[in-house]
């Protein structure tokens, strides 16, 4: 199944743009990420480590944070 939790937060312009890019087989960047962090947080909830819990997590940051600036350099793109 797939996740759909953020396409509450997508209007109709964006969501014609990235239903193009998907049937066109491009994985916009924000999806990448996106994947990237869902990742991240399964590997997370398996260490037991504090050293690695820690670098983990910063890397989970970093994703979520790449991933906020590419929908919202997404966003301002498609207002045109």
Not at 18 to 24: E, H, P, T
Not at 43 to 51: K, N, Y
């Amino acid at each position: 199944m797939r996740d759909r939790s953020g396409d509450a937060y997508v209007d109709a312009g964006e969501a014609v743009g990235l239903q193009m890019m998907a049937q066109a087989g491009v994985l916009p960047e924000e999806i990448a990420f996106k994947k990237q962090a869902i990742a991240l947080r399964a590997h997370l909830a398996g260490i037991t480590d504090e050293g690695e819990r820690k670098a983990v997590m910063a890397e989970l940051a970093r994703v979520e944070m790449k991933q906020a600036i590419a929908e919202e350099a997404r966003r301002r793109l498609m207002r045109g």
